[in-house]
């Protein structure tokens, strides 16, 4: 008995190592793109990651795979993979590439209200406060020095209406992801097929629109072998906790990836953030957790009738 709940701590552990490697993902992917170029960059770090996933979570056995799953999970998590990548890999400054990744974070909350809109999720009335403030938090973050700020906010938007558009985008399609994965996928994992996919419209991307100059180094090396590591490895690790692991600690834990994220990226980017840019970031989270808070209260009630 003790060696099973033992077993069960260390895979809730792995679990939770897998937040701490996507936390580091946004420094890293922006680090590899002021190498490699955006796409470029990117196409290299999903190529890595590839092979990771390959070794670790295996080649999935596609003909097991329901069709709508196949077709819409392919679609969607290319597309959201390329917005993620890109919007960082874009984005004019270090600083701009950690504003751009708290708008990506909405997607926790995006997939909370698209769950009650279109699987039948019960939840109480936390939900709308729990909305507004993610979305308050985003325009904190984006407000600059000043917090709330409107005219700051729609300065630094059109400063990169690409990546800024690209992470929203990002938000929107995981949400989606999510509630396609939670009605098809039946317990089918095609994780790593997924990457194989990004990795090759990243490159058809890349040779597309002519290349692009790469600077080969022994630290750019390292820093993608780093991102594509930190990729890799923390899906393969969020795959074991969650199947062997606690749920209820990972997805607890999980909402506080945007705060992790940005302490990592602000080290690894060497940009200082604001006060009022934590500020921001602190109300993402708690929105998220309001969202999540409101759907499991409703759920404790129904289970205790």
Same mark, same amino acid.
């Given at each position: 008995?003790?060696?099973? #709940?033992? #077993?069960?701590? $260390?895979?809730?552990? !792995? ?12 420094? &890293?992917?922006?680090? %590899? ?5 955006? $796409? ?8 890595? +990651?590839?092979? !990771?996933?390959?070794?670790? %979570? ?10 709508? =799953? ?15 990548? &890109? ?17 990506? =974070?909405?997607?926790?909350?995006? $997939?909370?209200? +698209? ?17 507004? %403030? ?7 973050? &984006? ?6 700020? !409107? +005219? ?19 938000? @929107? ?7 396609? $994965? ?15 996919? @990004? ?21 750019? !090396? ?12 923390? =899906? ?53 957790? &309001? ?15």
């Amino acid at each position: 008995m003790a060696h099973l #709940k033992d #077993k069960h701590t $260390t895979m809730t552990l !792995i679990g939770l190592l897998a937040i701490l490697l996507w936390g580091s993902i946004v420094g &890293l992917i922006r680090s %590899v793109s002021e190498n490699f170029g955006a $796409t470029g960059g990117a196409a290299l770090i999903y190529s890595v +990651a590839s092979v !990771i996933l390959l070794f670790t %979570v295996g080649f999935p056995r596609l003909s097991a795979f329901p069709r709508r =799953y196949l077709i819409w999970g392919s679609l969607l998590f290319v597309t959201y993979e390329l917005c993620l990548s &890109l919007s960082i890999g874009y984005a004019h400054t270090g600083r701009q590439a950690i504003e751009v990744s708290m708008v990506n =974070y909405l997607w926790p909350t995006f $997939t909370l209200v +698209a769950a009650i809109a279109f699987n039948g999720q019960r939840a109480n009335v936390l939900i709308f406060p729990g909305v507004l %403030v993610s979305m308050l938090g985003i325009i904190w973050v &984006l407000g600059g020095d000043k917090g709330l700020n !409107i +005219a700051e906010m729609a300065a630094n938007i059109k400063d990169n209406p690409l990546s800024y558009g690209l992470a929203f985008a990002g938000a @929107v399609i995981w949400a989606t992801y999510s509630i396609v $994965t939670a009605k098809f996928a039946r317990g089918e994992n095609g994780i790593t097929f997924f990457f194989m996919l @990004v990795a090759l419209a990243l490159w058809t991307k890349y040779l597309l629109g002519g290349g692009g100059a790469m600077n080969v180094s022994i630290s750019s !090396i390292v820093t993608l072998v780093l991102a594509a590591s930190a990729m890799g490895f923390g =899906y393969a690790a969020w795959n074991i906790g969650i199947l062997h692991g606690n749920v209820t600690v990972l997805a607890g834990a999980s909402y506080f990836t945007p705060i992790l994220s940005a302490a990592l990226a602000t080290l690894i980017l060497h940009a200082p953030l604001s006060l009022s840019f934590w500020q921001g970031t602190a109300m993402v989270c708690g929105g998220s957790i &309001l969202c999540w808070a409101a759907t499991r209260a409703k759920k404790r009630r129904l289970q205790s009738t």
